[in-house]
C-alpha cells in the first residue's frame, strides 16, 4: 500500500536490481552490418544472472534521485579539513570535454596529439613555478599514489648511491597514506611525536644514518606552518636523507612559500584539492609531483619533453622507478587544473591562499572560546578544535550530526589523531564572510544546544534521508552487493 | 576574481574580528626566510572566453579519434558513451562531493558504489567487490599484493607474458622494494604456454596473473590454468581490459580466478588521452577481509530504514597506517557512475549484444585482413574484438602510411614484443562501420582509400 | 567498572584465569569499554605455540584496531569458536563467554609478573 512515508522532498529509491524488469531496455545499437558470427559454445557464458533490465527513464530517475541525497560543494558549505573543498568551477567541466580531450586515443602518434602534450608540458612548467621544483611527474592518480611514486624515488636514488637505509621519519599528525606509502616502499616507520610543531630536537633524536627520508606535511594537518623547516632539512640532508612533503595543504603557500626552495626534495600536489578539480564523490583525484634537480632521473616514465619538433612521450629514463599506471596520468582532470590555473593567474592564485587562511583565521577567531582550541600558535588554512569542554557527554560526533540538521557538511572529525576529538575546519577561499558567518552561527547555537538541550545533538540528524546509521552491524555481517 | 567572493568591506571586518591590521600579518608564522619574494612568474588571469579560446586552440591540435578510422585498442578502448551518462554525472551533487565520509548525507553516493560492487561481482562472477582502485594496471599491482599478503611465506608471482605490458610494468613498480620475486610465463600462439607454467609452478608461488581476454585480446583457457594453480595453492588472477568481454564469455570466477581485477573505461568512460579510468578489483568471500581500497556496506539507521555505509575500514590507511593493505584513499567515484549508469542501461541484454557485435565485427575484419596477401592472423585460438595480425613489412611503416589516410591500425607489437615479427594489434568495436573496416582492409592491402 | 578478584591481569588490558597449568585468556571491562562496539576478533589456532609478549591475536572495532598480546608463553589448546561470529560477546561478557583462548602454560614462574586486580585497578586509574 502507498504511504506518505518516505515521499515528498526526500524520495525514497529501491535499488537498480529491485526495480528490474524482464524485457526492459535502455540502450540502442546499430544493426549488424557484418555476418553475425559467434564463438565456440563451450567458451560463451550464460546470460549475467540478476543483472538489471531499465528503460532509459528509469535509469535517469534513479540517479536523479540518489543525487538529491548527497551534499556537495555546490550544495553548500563543505568545510571538510584536510580536503580543500573549494568551489569546482563549471568552466573546466567544459573543458575536459572538448572533443579534442575527451576523445582521444593515448596510443594514437604523437603528431597526432600534440595540443594535449603541450598542455601537460604547460601544467608541468605552472607546477614547477608555483612550487618551486624543477622537474614534475604527472602521472600518479591521487595524492597517495603521489606519495608511494616520491617515496619510490628517494628509495632509488639512495641505492643508486649504494646506501641501503631502512627507515622514514613521521610525525605523528600526518594522514594515514604517509606511513603506508612509506611501508609500501619497504620502509619502516618511525613515529616522532610532535607538540603541534615539529621540533628539530625531534627529529634530531630519531634522525640516523639509517633514516632515508622524513615525510612532513606543510602546513601540518593542525594548519600550523612547520616554523623550523628549514633547519630540520639541513639536518636532515647532512645525515644524507632527503626530506618528503605531503602538499595536501599546498592551498595555503600559493605565493607565499614554495617547498621547493625550503629544503623539501619532493612534493606531491593534489589537484583535486588546490588546483578545483572536482572531488567527484571519491575520485578521480591526481596527484602530481615535484621533485629536486638530483631526482629527476628517477621520475615515472614517460613524461612529456618539448623538442625541436614538438612535444613528446620521454621513455628513455635509464634510472626512472617505471611506471605506476596505464598511460599518462588523470588526462582529463589535469586539463580542469590547467583551466583553473590560466582562470586564476599567479596572482590570484596567490589571493586564493590570502582568502582561504583569513576565512579559516576569522571562524577561529568567531569560535574560540565557545570550543576549546589546542594550539595557540597561528595557524594558516584550517583551525581545528577539540571536544573539551563539551557539556553533557556531547562529544565531536554529535556536533557534527547536529551541523547536518543546519545544513551544513560536517568538518573532518577524529583527525588529526593527536587532538582529543578533533574538529577540523577548513574553509577555504571560495566562501564568502555572509556563508561563514551563518556557519559560526550555526555553530555556536550547538554550543549553546549542548548546554541547554543536548538531546538535539545526540538524536541528530534529524533532517536529512537517514537518521544514524548501525555501522557496527555494517562491519560485523558485511553485506557489500545486493543478493536477491 | 569570480571565483572569490570577498569585497574590500568583507576583508576589513575580518581583519578586525581575528584582530591583525591586515592580511599578510596571517602569515608572520612563515619565517622570513621560507617567504618568496617575488610574484609567481605565471600568465595573467584569462577571462572564460579566452580561457576557452585558448583552451579549444590546444585542443584543435588533437585528432579526435571520432575525426578518423580508429583501431587503437591496447588497454583503451573506443566505445559509444549514451548522452544519459554525461548528463546525470554532471549533477553536481554527485561530483561536488567528497568521499562519503558522512553517510547521512551520502546516501546518494553511497548506493550508487554498493549498486556498482554488485554490478561487477555479477560480471565477473565473483563474491565481493570494492569501490575501484585507480585503473586496470593499478589494480593488478594491488592484486598481486594481496596474493603475496594473503599467502603468508610465499614470495613469487608468476606474470603472463600476454599480460598487457603496461600492465606488467606496473606491478613491477609495486613489488620494486618488497619481497616479492616476479616471474615470467611465456606465450605460446598468444596464450599461456601452460607447459611452462607447470614446470614454474611451486609451493612458493603466490600467484598467477593471466589476462582474459590477455593483451593479444586471445581468451585464455582460466579453468586449466586455474587447476594448475591450485594444486599448489596459489591464486588465480585475472586481468581484464576489455570487461565487455565478460558479457559474451564465461565469467572468470566460474573458471576458478581468485581474484578479478580490470579497467572498466570500456563502460562510458571517455578516453581523455588514457585517463582516468577506473580500476575494479573482486575477490572470495575468504579473502574479503585483506582487499584495498573503500568498501560499501548495507545497514540500518536508527528507525529500522536501510542505508548504506563504508565499512571494515580497519582495513584502510587511515586507521591501520603502515600496517594497512593499501596506501589507497581516494577511489575512482565520478568513474563509478559512469559505469554505473553505462552497465545499468545496457543491462543482461543490451551488453551481450553489444559484445556480440564486437565479436562479429571484429571476426568480420580478421577474415577480410587474412585473405590478404602477405597478411595473416598471428593466433589460432578464440579472441574478442582485438587479434594481432603479421604484417609483410615492419608495422611502423605500415602504420605510417594508414596515418596518412586518416586510418589509425593498431597497435605495433615491435617494442614489447620483438619475437613476434611485424606483429599488429587490431580493435575493432561497434564503433567500426563495414565501411571503415573495408578501406582498413583496402589499404592494408596497398591501395587508397 | 567491573575487575573480578579471582584474576589475573596485564597492562595491555587482558585477563588471565589460571585453572592447574591452563590459562584462559580475555580482554578486559575497561579495554573493550575503550574500544567499543568490538566487530571483529582473529584468534590463533589451536596448536599454535604463542610467546608472552608476541601478537596473539586482533580485536577490532569500528574504527580501530587494537592488537592483542600473548600475556604468557604456551601452547592454544582451545580457542573461544564462537566468537569470530558474535564479536560483541566481547563488549557484552568479557569475562565469561567473551573468553578468547585458553594455554598450556609452558613456564609457571612467568605467573609471578602478572598483575593482580589491585594493581591492575591502580594502573587503569592512573594511566
Given at each position: 500500500m502507498i504511504t506518505t512515508e518516505g515521499r515528498g522532498l526526500i524520495l525514497d529509491e529501491k535499488l537498480l536490481f529491485e526495480q528490474s524488469q524482464v524485457g526492459r531496455v535502455g540502450y540502442s545499437i546499430a544493426a549488424l552490418d557484418v555476418p553475425d558470427v559467434t564463438p565456440d559454445r563451450s567458451l560463451v557464458r550464460e546470460e549475467i544472472a540478476d543483472f538489471p533490465e531499465l528503460s532509459e527513464v528509469d535509469v535517469v530517475r534513479h540517479y536523479t534521485r540518489l543525487s538529491t541525497w548527497n551534499y556537495g560543494v555546490d550544495t553548500g558549505f563543505y568545510p571538510l579539513g584536510s580536503c580543500t573543498m573549494k568551489y569546482n568551477p563549471k568552466v573546466n567541466e567544459v573543458a575536459a570535454r572538448l572533443s579534442g580531450f575527451a576523445d582521444i586515443h593515448p596510443l594514437a602518434p604523437e603528431s597526432f596529439n600534440q595540443g594535449a602534450l603541450e598542455l601537460m608540458y604547460n601544467l608541468q612548467r605552472d607546477l614547477g613555478e608555483i612550487s618551486g621544483f624543477p622537474a614534475i611527474t604527472l602521472q600518479p592518480a591521487a595524492g597517495a599514489h603521489g606519495e608511494f611514486a616520491g617515496m619510490l624515488m628517494i628509495r632509488t636514488w639512495h641505492e643508486s648511491k649504494g646506501q641501503k637505509r631502512n627507515k622514514v621519519i613521521i610525525p605523528d599528525t600526518a594522514h594515514g597514506t604517509n606511513p603506508a606509502s612509506a611501508a609500501l616502499c619497504g620502509y619502516e616507520v618511525i613515529t616522532v611525536a610532535s607538540d603541534g610543531i615539529l621540533s628539530k630536537e625531534a627529529v634530531a633524536a630519531v634522525m640516523d644514518d639509517d633514516v632515508a627520508a622524513l615525510m612532513v606535511t606543510n602546513p601540518n594537518t593542525l594548519g600550523?606552518?612547520?616554523?623550523?623547516?628549514?633547519?630540520?632539512?639541513?639536518?636532515?640532508?647532512?645525515?644524507?636523507?632527503?626530506?618528503?612533503?605531503?602538499?595536501?595543504?599546498l592551498n595555503a603557500l600559493m605565493g607565499i612559500s614554495r617547498p621547493g626552495d625550503i629544503g623539501i626534495d619532493v612534493m606531491h600536489f593534489n589537484l583535486h584539492k588546490t588546483f578545483s578539480t572536482p572531488h567527484g564523490g571519491g575520485g578521480p583525484g591526481s596527484g602530481p609531483v615535484g621533485v629536486v634537480e638530483k631526482l629527476q632521473p628517477f621520475l615515472p616514465v614517460p613524461f612529456v619533453v618539448k623538442g625541436d619538433d614538438g612535444y613528446k612521450l620521454e621513455y628513455d629514463c635509464p634510472e626512472s622507478i617505471g611506471r605506476l599506471k596505464s598511460f599518462y596520468g588523470h588526462f582529463a582532470i589535469l586539463v580542469r587544473a590547467y583551466s583553473y590555473i590560466l582562470s586564476m593567474g599567479g596572482e590570484g592564485l596567490n589571493r586564493a591562499t590570502e582568502?582561504?587562511?583569513?576565512?579559516?583565521?576569522?571562524?577561529?577567531?568567531?569560535?574560540?572560546?565557545?570550543?576549546?582550541?589546542?594550539?595557540?600558535?597561528?595557524?594558516?588554512?584550517?583551525?581545528?578544535?577539540?571536544?573539551?569542554?563539551?557539556?553533557?557527554?556531547?562529544?565531536?560526533?554529535?556536533?557534527?550530526?547536529?551541523?547536518?540538521?543546519?545544513?551544513?557538511?560536517?568538518?573532518?572529525?577524529?583527525?588529526?589523531?593527536?587532538?582529543?576529538?578533533a574538529l577540523m575546519i577548513e574553509p577555504t577561499e571560495t566562501e564568502s564572510k555572509q556563508t561563514i558567518d551563518e556557519f559560526c552561527d550555526a555553530m555556536l547555537a550547538i554550543a549553546e544546544e549542548a548546554k541547554n538541550s543536548p538531546e538535539l545533538l545526540k538524536q541528530a540528524p534529524v533532517r536529512a534521508k537517514v537518521k544514524r546509521l548501525d555501522e557496527a552491524t555494517a562491519a560485523r555481517k558485511p553485506k557489500l552487493r545486493w543478493n536477491g | 576574481m569570480r571565483?572569490?567572493?570577498?569585497?574590500?568591506?568583507?576583508?576589513?571586518?575580518?581583519?578586525?574580528?581575528?584582530?591583525?591590521?591586515?592580511?599578510?600579518?596571517?602569515?608572520?608564522?612563515?619565517?622570513?626566510?621560507?617567504?618568496?619574494?617575488?610574484?609567481?612568474?605565471?600568465?595573467?588571469?584569462?577571462?572564460?572566453?579566452e580561457l576557452l579560446a585558448f583552451l579549444g586552440g590546444l585542443a584543435k591540435q588533437n585528432t579526435a579519434i571520432s575525426a578518423c578510422d580508429s583501431f587503437l585498442g591496447g588497454g583503451a578502448y573506443n566505445h559509444f558513451i549514451p548522452a544519459?551518462?554525461?548528463?546525470?554525472?554532471?549533477?553536481?551533487?554527485?561530483y561536488t562531493a567528497y568521499t562519503p565520509y558522512q553517510p547521512e548525507i551520502s546516501q546518494g553516493t553511497l548506493q550508487a558504489?554498493?549498486?556498482?560492487?554488485?554490478?561487477?561481482?555479477?560480471?565477473?562472477g565473483m563474491d565481493v567487490a570494492n569501490a575501484s582502485m585507480y585503473d586496470g594496471a593499478s589494480a593488478c599491482a594491488e592484486a598481486v599484493l594481496l596474493t603475496v599478503r594473503a599467502g603468508k611465506k610465499r614470495h613469487k608471482v608468476l606474470l603472463s607474458q600476454a599480460l598487457p605490458p603496461q600492465y606488467r610494468q606496473t606491478v613491477a613498480t609495486y613489488c620494486r622494494y618488497l619481497d616479492v620475486e616476479l616471474i615470467n610465463i611465456p606465450q605460446l600462439d598468444g596464450v599461456t604456454d601452460q607447459t611452462e607454467l607447470k614446470t614454474l609452478l611451486d609451493d612458493q608461488v603466490a600467484a598467477v596473473v593471466v589476462g582474459y581476454p590477455n593483451y593479444f585480446g586471445q581468451i585464455e583457457d582460466l579453468a586449466n590454468i586455474g587447476e594448475l594453480t591450485h594444486a599448489v595453492g596459489a591464486r588465480l588472477v585475472a586481468a581484464v581490459t576489455e570487461p565487455l568481454a565478460l558479457a559474451?564469455?564465461?565469467?572468470?570466477?566460474?573458471?576458478?580466478?581468485?581474484?578479478?581485477?580490470?579497467?572498466?573505461?570500456?563502460?562510458?568512460?571517455?578516453?581523455?588521452?588514457?585517463?582516468?579510468?577506473?580500476?575494479?578489483?573482486?575477490?572470495?568471500?575468504?579473502?574479503?577481509?585483506?582487499?584495498?581500497?573503500?568498501?560499501?556496506g548495507e545497514t540500518v539507521d536508527q528507525d529500522g530504514k536501510r542505508g548504506f555505509v563504508l565499512t571494515l575500514a580497519t582495513r584502510e590507511q587511515h586507521i591501520r597506517r603502515e600496517k594497512a593493505t593499501s596506501n589507497i584513499c581516494s577511489n575512482q567515484g565520478m568513474c563509478i557512475l559512469m559505469v554505473s549508469i553505462y552497465l545499468a542501461l545496457h543491462g543482461k541484454q543490451g551488453l551481450r549484444k553489444l559484445a556480440e557485435v564486437n565479436y562479429a565485427k571484429a571476426a568480420y575484419a580478421r577474415d577480410k585482413i587474412r585473405q590478404l596477401d602477405g597478411f595473416s592472423v598471428a593466433f589460432a585460438g578464440a579472441s574478442f574484438n582485438e587479434f594481432v595480425v603479421t604484417c609483410p613489412e615492419p608495422v611502423v611503416t605500415l602504420k605510417q602510411r594508414?596515418?596518412?589516410?586518416?586510418?589509425?591500425?593498431?597497435?605495433?607489437?615491435?617494442?614489447?614484443?620483438?619475437?613476434?615479427?611485424?606483429?599488429?594489434?587490431?580493435?575493432?568495436?561497434?564503433?567500426?562501420?563495414?565501411?571503415?573496416?573495408?578501406?582498413?582492409?583496402?589499404?592494408?592491402?596497398?591501395?587508397?582509400? | 567498572m567491573d575487575f573480578p578478584e579471582e584474576l589475573k591481569y596485564t597492562e595491555e588490558h587482558e585477563w588471565i584465569m589460571i585453572e592447574g597449568d591452563i590459562a584462559t585468556i580475555g580482554i578486559t571491562d575497561f579495554a573493550q569499554e575503550q574500544l567499543g562496539d568490538i566487530v571483529f576478533v582473529e584468534l590463533p589456532e589451536v596448536g599454535d605455540i604463542l610467546e608472552a609478549g608476541k601478537n596473539l591475536g586482533v580485536v577490532e572495532s569500528v574504527k580501530a584496531v587494537s592488537?592483542?598480546?600473548?600475556?604468557?608463553?604456551?601452547?592454544?589448546?582451545?580457542?573461544?569458536?564462537?566468537?569470530?561470529?558474535?564479536?560483541?560477546?566481547?563488549?557484552?561478557?568479557?569475562?565469561?563467554?567473551?573468553?578468547?583462548?585458553?594455554?598450556?602454560?609452558?613456564?609457571?614462574?612467568?605467573?609471578?609478573?602478572?598483575?593482580?586486580?589491585?594493581?591492575?585497578?591502580?594502573?587503569?586509574?592512573?594511566?
Open positions: 600550523l606552518f612547520e616554523a623550523d623547516i628549514r633547519e630540520i632539512c639541513d639536518l636532515v640532508h647532512e645525515r644524507g636523507g632527503l626530506v618528503y612533503s605531503d602538499g595536501a595543504n582568502l582561504a587562511v583569513l576565512n579559516a583565521n576569522y571562524i577561529r577567531a568567531r569560535l574560540e572560546g565557545a570550543y576549546d582550541l589546542p594550539n595557540q600558535q597561528r595557524s594558516l588554512h584550517d583551525v581545528v578544535f577539540s571536544e573539551d569542554g563539551l557539556p553533557n557527554d556531547c562529544h565531536t560526533l554529535d556536533v557534527a550530526k547536529r551541523l547536518i540538521d543546519y545544513g551544513y557538511h560536517p568538518p573532518t572529525i577524529y583527525f588529526p589523531l593527536v587532538v582529543h576529538g | 571565483y572569490l567572493p570577498h569585497t574590500d568591506v568583507d576583508v576589513q571586518q575580518m581583519l578586525d574580528t581575528i584582530g591583525v591590521s591586515c592580511v599578510d600579518e596571517l602569515f608572520s608564522w612563515v619565517p622570513e626566510e621560507c617567504r618568496l619574494k617575488r610574484p609567481l612568474d605565471l600568465p595573467a588571469a584569462k577571462s572564460e572566453a544519459v551518462i554525461d548528463q546525470l554525472v554532471s549533477r553536481s551533487e554527485f558504489i554498493f549498486e556498482f560492487q554488485t554490478l561487477i561481482c555479477q560480471l565477473t559474451l564469455f564465461k565469467s572468470p570466477g566460474d573458471l576458478g580466478a581468485d581474484v578479478v581485477v580490470g579497467e572498466g573505461q570500456s563502460f562510458g568512460i571517455p578516453l581523455s588521452y588514457g585517463g582516468p579510468g577506473i580500476g575494479f578489483f573482486a575477490v572470495r568471500k575468504k579473502d574479503m577481509r585483506v582487499l584495498p581500497g573503500r568498501l560499501v594508414l596515418e596518412q589516410q586518416g586510418i589509425l591500425a593498431g597497435v605495433d607489437l615491435a617494442q614489447d614484443y620483438a619475437d613476434l615479427e611485424n606483429g599488429l594489434l587490431i580493435c575493432v568495436t561497434e564503433q567500426n562501420s563495414r565501411e571503415q573496416i573495408d578501406r582498413l582492409v583496402i589499404a592494408l592491402a596497398g591501395g587508397e582509400v | 592488537d592483542v598480546y600473548a600475556p604468557l608463553s604456551g601452547e592454544v589448546v582451545e580457542i573461544n569458536e564462537e566468537l569470530p561470529d558474535e564479536p560483541e560477546t566481547l563488549n557484552n561478557s568479557p569475562y565469561e563467554s567473551g573468553w578468547m583462548i585458553k594455554i598450556k602454560v609452558a613456564d609457571s614462574a612467568a605467573l609471578d609478573n602478572l598483575l593482580d586486580v589491585a594493581a591492575y585497578q591502580e594502573f587503569v586509574e592512573t594511566d
